[in-house]
């Protein structure tokens, strides 16, 4: 045990945190030379493209340390969004230490700071490395500067590299040997395992990825997840190599898999803990947390005809995502599809693509909303965020909705344009702080409603780029919450009913009613386009009538056009729905309900 | 015409496309190709003899020659083409053959020699008696050689028709109805006027795209406003004696209509020879629409050498059939004929369009006519002025 080291790579997003790791793997021979495959722990193409790690993952690595001994280096990815930074926490508690990756031209970022400090409330032995020296024009000793001033650590201890030419990666590698401690625990001691993430494999079921703190265990041994009391048998333990390599058994202060009789990721959450049945262990690890979705979109296939595709492909990607959560819903408009859950806007979004590029999938996916707690006056408290659960107003007591706080850090010339942002989206308590001159940390306690938006674009925009941002979920806090419905012609379309902020409803209404009125085509009567709440009418459109719809010319040789473009239209106005009279295109809705204003 | 060049049914109406003008206008989507010379010219009068075949056929009721500008051709060659048809079909003096004029290619004596070649009407692209207008357009002639070419034309005792756009950018509504009592005034029988439309592929189209004050696909404008000058445009001319018995044509009396243009409303056959021309032909195998591509190099060559020209075709499907006959039909004053419906796509196709169009009459769209009351039979669907201004959408709901 003396000689394991647990580390993990922790960075801002695109600091270089996986060609880092890469780059390691290379220099320690855990990948072959002739590899050619690039990063080879983001396996998803989608990681890939995006330079995002999605899931966590993990590899052992045989090192001789600079005392000339040999040492085994568990490197533990983790991944590198906001919207995962309870998965983060989770692979750091299976870690000594960590690699704290900075890009030598962008210095300290938002995300460099909360990975720092969730790094340090685990106590873990912190390695800052000031990743692409090999950049044109860096001032690196602003960058020591940040490191010293930002994050309170010793800029002496930094270590200068560059994952793209190898520079500094010994140093990097004998740091880890040197700096980080020794993994503690006993191997006598009942089993305790933490789970940092468990993958989905078609022939053997849920693949855990496991770091043993106390005790150890091997194949026929009865496990049990702390949280839930499932047991298993345990099928099989080991290594992460190039492949998994099976061993005869795993033991405190190792990381490794175990493959046992369970088969959904979902019976073996993160952060949980697993011991052994016949030898429990006192109680689980710290710090479990169940994952909760708190961003929610509805998804329907653009094809009607597509939904038993969507309900397999989502069958498909649960198996290896817990955290998604759907339920099948249905609209007049879009037909039948399903109201889907995510950690973060983040995790929709990767799971949009998954679902249309792995499964070939044309889907339509409404903009995010949040979920609201509703107190009913019995004081029964129902959670809802789709508006067809909406109450009897008159039946509500009151409703909270969840705040976040935020962090964003830039320059502070873009403070007073952030902060008025802030204010707008009802941002409260503001506080900022200089994490060094010129540079501002900007805290607030925000409606999460208000920021899944486009809060992110605009805090990039107002500050060109070099704003960062990291949140946490806080709590649920009372909010004026109104269902905003969509009338035309004086019927409420049940697809764009919305739930929202008082203070939101007139501006969100007067938004839609114009979209709507650019995109429902002229009738041959008036069409009436209205927002309101309850009863009464708080934006107002309309459409006039059309009194003219007749092509100028039609002559011998304009005939096969013209019969072409009318059966064209014939076949358009199959994708309409009707509301009473009026036919609304099925691209009103995507223009109205869409992520992206365009 | 029976032609074995291209196959097809005898028809008695003819139309010639002549692909050649001075220069392309602004807004045109015709085919034509610019600065023909004199060879080329010869050899497109011999090739459309060559495509007419050598099989004599029926009288013709109507031969159209339009462009392009047919007037461009000159007197002499015109009738070369008009004795090449009358070799191949009686051609009576009760036949309609139409030349489409452009002012500024013709004059008098070419005009009189056209009559001479057996041309009984003209149909003289004016546009607009405005020079700015003419301009803006990109037309050759200004407002005054039109107004003499509508004198010379009518002082030779030739059916004459005009043709006027309206609706362009900064136009009045009130500007437009001058130009029409203007129009009337120069005493024309005829009248086509036309709505400005931004056909892709033309100048006009790619300029005001990429100005951006167009979306794109957006055939019209400014919609309202085009909605104003048609119906503005059939209250004026039927002040002046005009009848507007189509969405864009307007005579004085019965006979002075289109009669060739009416052929093709009504779903007649008609035979269509040189580049980009369209026909539609009966035969036993269905009915048919064929055209000739719009490329008169290889037009030209493939007679030249004794084969076909380079032709597309589609037979069309009792729907296809009954959505023709309904859009065209909703275009005229005539409206649709239902027996001739009944005969191609069969009685439940025309009881389900008779009830749609009966729901359309309370909104006083269209109007069921028969040749006497309750006589179920002879029942055509005829649209009102507003019902003409919606034919497009109405042919829509009828074939739902």
């Known amino acids: ?598 | 015409m029976n032609a074995p060049a291209s196959g097809g049914a005898p028809t008695s109406h003819l139309y010639i496309h002549v692909p050649f003008c001075v220069r392309k206008c602004r807004y045109c989507a015709f085919y034509s190709v610019e600065a023909a010379d004199e060879g080329l010219m010869d050899r497109f009068v011999t090739c459309v003899a060559t495509e007419l075949g050598s099989r004599r056929g029926p009288a013709l009721e109507t031969v159209y020659l339009g462009g392009g500008t047919p007037s461009l051709l000159g007197a002499a060659r015109i009738a070369r083409l008009l004795d090449a048809v009358r070799e191949r079909s009686p051609v009576s003096s009760t036949c309609e053959v139409t030349l489409e004029v452009n002012p500024e290619t013709i004059d008098r004596a070419g005009l009189q020699a056209c009559r001479s070649a057996g041309v009984n009407r003209v149909s003289i692209g004016i546009q607009s008696f405005v020079d700015s207008n003419l301009e803006w357009l990109g037309r050759i002639h200004d407002a005054h050689r039109g107004r003499q070419a509508v004198e010379d034309s009518l002082s030779l005792g030739l059916r004459t028709s005009i043709d006027l756009i309206y609706g362009l950018p900064g136009q009045s509504v009130r500007a437009w109805e001058e130009e029409l009592v203007n129009a009337s005034g120069c005493g024309t029988d005829h009248i086509s006027a036309y709505e400005l439309t931004w056909e892709p592929g033309t100048p006009l189209y790619r300029e005001r795209v990429q100005e951006g004050r167009a979306t794109v696909g957006g055939r019209i404008v400014r919609r309202s406003m085009g909605e104003r000058f048609f119906f503005a445009t059939h209250e004026t001319l039927e002040r002046l004696g005009f009848e507007g018995y189509e969405v864009s044509s307007f005579a004085r009396r019965t006979q002075d209509r289109s009669r060739h243009n009416l052929a093709t409303w009504a779903h007649r056959p008609y035979r269509g020879v040189g580049p980009a021309a369209h026909s539609y032909v009966v035969d036993g195998s269905g009915h048919r629409r064929t055209w000739n591509r719009p490329e008169l190099a290889a037009w030209l060559e493939a007679l030249e050498r004794g084969a076909r020209p380079p032709a597309d075709s589609e037979l069309l499907s009792p729907e296809q059939l009954l959505m023709e006959r309904v859009m065209l039909g909703l275009r005229c004053r005539e409206g649709i004929d239902l027996e001739a419906c009944r005969a191609e796509c069969g009685e439940t196709a025309v009881e389900r369009l008779l009830e749609r169009a009966s729901a359309m009459c309370a909104a006083g769209a269209v109007e069921l006519r028969g040749r006497s009351p309750g006589d179920r039979a002879s029942v055509r669907v005829v649209p009102t002025l507003k019902g003409m201004a919606l034919a497009d959408r109405l042919a829509l709901e009828l074939c739902d």
Do not use: W
């Not at chain 1, 926490?89 to 900075?102: D, M």
């Not at chain 1, 980080?180 to 625990?185: F, L």
């Not at chain 1, 047991?231 to 898999?257: C, D, Q, W």
């Open chain 1, 1 to 598: 045990m003396e000689r394991i080291r647990n580390f993990s790579i922790i960075a801002h997003i695109d600091h270089g945190k996986t060609s880092l790791s890469d780059c390691i793997l290379r220099r320690t021979g855990a990948i072959p030379p002739r590899e050619t495959r690039a990063l080879l722990l983001d396996s998803m193409d989608l990681e890939r493209e995006r330079g995002i790690t999605i899931k966590s993952s993990a590899v052992t690595m045989d090192h001789v340390g600079p005392d000339g001994e040999k040492y085994l280096l568990n490197l533990i990815d983790t991944p590198g969004h906001v919207d995962f930074s309870y998965e983060v926490s989770r692979a750091l508690a299976g870690c000594e230490g960590a690699v704290l990756v900075i890009d030598a031209s962008q210095g300290v970022q938002a995300q460099t700071l909360a990975n720092m400090y969730k790094a340090m409330e685990l106590d873990l032995e912190i390695i800052p490395v000031v990743n692409k020296i090999d950049l044109p024009n860096l001032d690196i000793d602003r960058v020591l500067r940040q490191i010293k001033e930002e994050l309170g650590l010793d800029p002496a201890g930094a270590i200068l590299c560059s994952a793209k030419t190898g520079a500094g990666i010994d140093q990097v590698l004998d740091a880890i040997v040197t700096r980080v401690p020794p993994p503690r625990g006993r191997v006598e001691n009942p089993l305790k395992a933490l789970i940092f993430d468990s993958h989905y494999d078609p022939y053997r079921g849920a693949i855990v990825y496991v770091r043993v703190v106390e005790g150890s265990v091997r194949a026929g041994d009865r496990l049990r997840v702390m949280s839930t009391g499932r047991t298993a048998l345990v099928e099989e333990v080991g290594h992460f190599r190039l492949k998994n390599r099976p061993m005869a058994r795993i033991s405190a202060g190792e990381v490794g898999y175990i493959i046992s009789g369970i088969k959904a990721v979902g019976e073996t959450p993160i952060g949980d803990t697993i011991t052994s049945d016949e030898q429990p262990a006192d109680g689980p690890l710290p710090g479990f947390v169940e994952a909760k979705p708190v961003v929610f979109s509805s998804v329907y296939p653009v094809n009607t005809d597509d939904f038993e595709e969507l309900s397999d492909a989502l069958a498909k990607l649960a198996l290896n995502d817990a955290s998604l959560h759907y339920q099948k819903e249905s609209s007049s408009a879009l037909g039948t599809g399903y109201r889907v859950g995510f950690l973060g806007l983040l995790h929709a979004e990767i799971t949009q693509e998954r679902l249309e590029r792995e499964y070939n999938l044309s889907l339509f996916v409404t903009a995010p909303s949040v979920q609201y707690r509703i107190t009913m006056k019995g004081g029964e408290v129902r959670l809802i965020d789709n508006p067809a659960h909406y109450p009897d107003p008159g039946e509500i007591a009151g409703a909270e909705e969840l705040y976040i706080k935020a962090s964003m850090i830039m320059p502070d010339e873009y403070l007073g344009a952030v902060m008025k942002l802030c204010m707008d989206r009802r941002g409260t308590n503001l506080r900022h702080s200089y994490v060094s001159p010129g540079r501002v940390d900007l805290m607030v306690e925000i409606p999460l409603a208000e920021v899944i938006f486009d809060f992110y674009d605009c805090l990039k925009s107002l500050t060109r780029g070099y704003g960062s941002f990291d949140y946490e979920i806080l709590e649920f806090r009372p909010g004026q919450l109104v269902k905003l419905d969509i009338k035309v012609n004086g019927e409420a379309v049940d697809t764009l009913s919305m739930l929202l902020h008082r203070d939101r409803a007139e501006g969100r209404a007067r938004a839609i009613c114009l979209k709507l009125k650019e995109e429902i085509p002229r009738h041959q009567f008036r069409i009436a386009i209205q927002g309101a709440i309850g009863g009464k009418i708080i934006a107002r459109e309309t459409v006039s009538a059309v009194r003219k719809d007749v092509t100028a010319k039609c002559y011998g040789g304009d005939i096969t056009r013209k019969r072409k473009l009318l059966e064209k239209q014939k076949e358009g106005k199959k994708r309409m729905r009707s509301f009473g009279q009026v036919n609304i295109p099925q691209k009103a809705f995507f223009a109205v309900l869409r992520r992206h204003e365009e």
